[in-house]
């Protein structure tokens, strides 16, 4: 309980003195001001509510992505859009500005990437970054159309965003590769990303990259076979390109994939200027629930059968995973000086909250109501 401290007023009438209670006052001591700053502290940044999702068939089930959006119960801060055309991803502004509270901008690039961000909590012409709105807009083409991955192919957007909340600049890329050429070009079309980053906005505080992969954390099949058999579902040893960007794996394989001599990865002709500075948050969430929680964490599933399981379960009983992750979510931390944070996993983890796909439907359930071929992939990111 807390002291009290009175001021005792006394004065003389005649040859007596009398004295009056004049006021009393609580004493503050340190436990009582520690609690008053507590009280008064102000709350919590929430957390940047990121989704990437390929949007194939939004154009027929938008509502569903949006449903799927509003179970988790969380306004998004970021949507990272693949495979929408202009049409549809002013559409979906238009839908989501009407089902959160507040404003979205969207930009978009021929290609069919798009990424709309909520306007009260990420400005893309604040003082602190460029007024122009160009000036924080980077759109470029990747590798593809050939294995030798010469040509040009699709178009890809990064945006400059100032985190009012935060009070840092927040990078934002939408990218998808083309699934005929993603695994062969993955390593030149991450490399070429990371360098125009750095060249067009060398000093950002986060940079997420999001979007549509085509491409597997690990691919391994038997010699001669094509199809990737299912222990690679766990993504125990993860292919070059993923240890290439990944901050948290080593550039050599624990196992030599058919056909292929080499297990350093660093050997690559591509890998000379390595990536290796960002964090995948699907992964690191889904480790909070153990080794193998990643199986449950797959985006895509061959002829959209067999949406029950994981990728780590065979349903069809050949032995070879029908369900597999292509999109992901990834992040970067920089210091002041631009230089990438290196952290742990255990510290890492501490940064992003829940990651993964959302929920599936049943089979049978499912033909009439999906918006795409892939799911959607959210992540809290602080």
């Excluded at 360098?195 to 060398?202: G, S």
């Amino acid at each position: 309980m807390g002291r009290t401290r009175c001021l005792l007023v006394s004065f003389a009438i005649g040859a007596t003195t009398m004295s009056l209670l004049s006021s009393c006052r609580p004493v503050t001591g340190s436990h009582d001001r520690a609690q008053r700053e507590t009280t008064s502290a102000p709350a919590r940044v929430e957390p940047l509510n990121v989704w990437t999702a390929n949007v194939k068939y939004l154009a027929y089930n938008w509502r569903m992505l949006i449903g799927r959006i509003a179970q988790r119960e969380r306004k998004p801060h970021l949507l990272l859009l693949q495979e929408a055309d202009r049409a549809d991803a002013r559409r979906l502004r238009a839908v989501l500005t009407r089902r959160f509270p507040g404003r979205f901008g969207v930009r978009w690039v021929q290609g069919d990437n798009a990424v709309l961000w909520k306007k009260e909590r990420l400005d893309l012409t604040d003082r602190r970054t460029a007024r122009r709105g160009p000036r924080n807009t980077l759109r470029w083409k990747s590798w593809g159309n050939s294995n030798s991955c010469t040509g040009r192919d699709r178009g890809e957007i990064a945006l400059r965003l100032w985190d009012s909340s935060r009070k840092r600049a927040v990078v934002a890329a939408s990218v998808r590769w083309t699934h005929t050429t993603a695994n062969a070009c993955m390593v030149k079309n991450l490399r070429s990303l990371n360098r125009k980053l750095e060249r067009t906005w060398p000093r950002r505080r986060m940079t997420i990259v999001g979007g549509d992969f085509n491409s597997v954390a690990e691919r391994r099949s038997r010699a001669g076979g094509s199809r990737d058999v299912l222990a690679a579902g766990k993504e125990r040893d993860p292919d070059c390109w993923y240890r290439t960007f990944s901050r948290l794996r080593g550039n050599r394989l624990r196992q030599r994939r058919p056909g292929e001599g080499n297990r350093d990865c660093s050997d690559d002709r591509f890998f000379s200027h390595a990536t290796d500075t960002y964090y995948d948050t699907v992964w690191l969430a889904s480790r909070r629930e153990g080794r193998n929680a990643i199986c449950r964490s797959w985006t895509y599933t061959r002829k959209l059968r067999a949406r029950r399981g994981t990728a780590c379960t065979d349903r069809n009983g050949d032995g070879y995973r029908d369900r597999s992750r292509l999109d992901y979510i990834w992040v970067r931390w920089e210091k002041r000086s631009g230089d990438p944070v290196a952290l742990s996993r255990a510290a890492a983890t501490l940064r992003v909250g829940s990651a993964g796909p959302d929920a599936v439907c049943i089979d049978g359930g499912c033909s009439g109501t999906r918006y795409s071929d892939h799911r959607a992939v959210h992540a809290t990111i602080r």
